[in-house]
């Protein structure tokens, strides 16, 4: 476990997935992230990598060749290196193995920077085509953030806060897959009112979400949280039935849709990134 650490947070890590797994303040004396108990869901924050969601039948085409993969990829469930540069900075780094390249066939430099200022933590991604010829991948955050995290506040107690939204458009999943159907939530005052049947049935998709800050906030007490986010085309929001969390997820790519063919050069929300270029994406969350 390698820990961060500056006046303000105290953030742990793991070197499996490097995965967050802590996210402490000193001011509130709260914990923000949820615990990983696996009653309702055993993991904190992982990366989605070479995929987000989940794949038609597992599987997909590249160059006339079927592979499988499983939901949200490979990336949580392998060990990082990790580099700390300082108490508050610490780079982790994936790249392809023999295992990897089974399953997917690109040569790659993951890497994820967690790095502690004042009172915000900001991940940034890293990935680096380091093969001979163009990768494709996606590319997904899946933090879930404990609520309530008060004695005194319970779960219909808190709301999202959007700062760039007054109307919501969700896209349907169906056993996983991006159906066709989409249904609208409008927002009262930017509010999103969370209720354990917001999430009956699966995560809620989004593709033209416009907002790039979202707010975990509640009507008892001034706790809360800001987690901001760019350039990611599409969100997810979930939590697993009746789970005392949410998961605020922006997505570089997305589940396969019903019809998708499966060939993942024209999957939505691919990533083609060219032999020795490097792409990069944020977020940040900052506590209160």
């Not at 049947?197 to 008892?220: M, R, Y």
């Amino acid at each position: 476990m390698i820990t961060l650490e500056n006046q303000y947070l105290k953030v742990k890590l793991a070197d499996k997935g490097a995965e967050l797994q802590s996210l402490y303040s000193k001011e509130t004396a709260l914990e923000y992230l949820w615990n990983a108990d696996p009653k309702f869901w055993a993991k904190h924050s992982p990366v989605l990598f070479p995929i987000v969601g989940s794949l038609k039948d597992n599987s997909y085409i590249f160059q006339g060749k079927n592979y499988s993969l499983p939901r949200h990829g490979f990336a949580r469930d392998h060990v990082f290196t990790a580099m700390q540069n300082s108490d508050s900075e610490v780079v982790f780094s994936l790249k392809q193995t023999d295992d990897t390249l089974k399953v997917y066939p690109f040569y790659f430099d993951l890497k994820l920077k967690y790095e502690l200022i004042d009172r915000k933590l900001n991940l940034t991604y890293e990935v680096k085509n380091t093969g001979k010829s163009a990768m494709y991948f996606s590319l997904g955050a899946h933090p879930a953030f404990a609520v309530p995290n008060t004695p005194d506040t319970v779960y219909e107690d808190y709301y999202l806060a959007f700062n760039d939204d007054e109307k919501l458009t969700y896209w349907k999943l169906a056993d996983g897959l991006v159906d066709n159907e989409t249904e609208n939530i409008d927002l009262n005052g930017h509010k999103l009112n969370l209720k354990a049947s917001l999430f009956d049935n699966d995560a809620l998709v989004f593709k033209t979400l416009q907002s790039s800050c979202i707010s975990l906030l509640n009507t008892k007490n001034d706790y809360g949280l800001h987690f901001h986010f760019e350039e990611f085309p599409f969100f997810g929001i979930w939590a697993a039935p009746q789970a005392p969390f949410v998961c605020l997820e922006p997505w570089c790519g997305v589940a396969d849709g019903i019809n998708h063919n499966q060939d993942l050069t024209r999957k939505e929300g691919i990533i083609k990134l060219p032999k020795g270029e490097s792409w990069t994406r944020f977020w940040e969350v900052e506590c209160f």
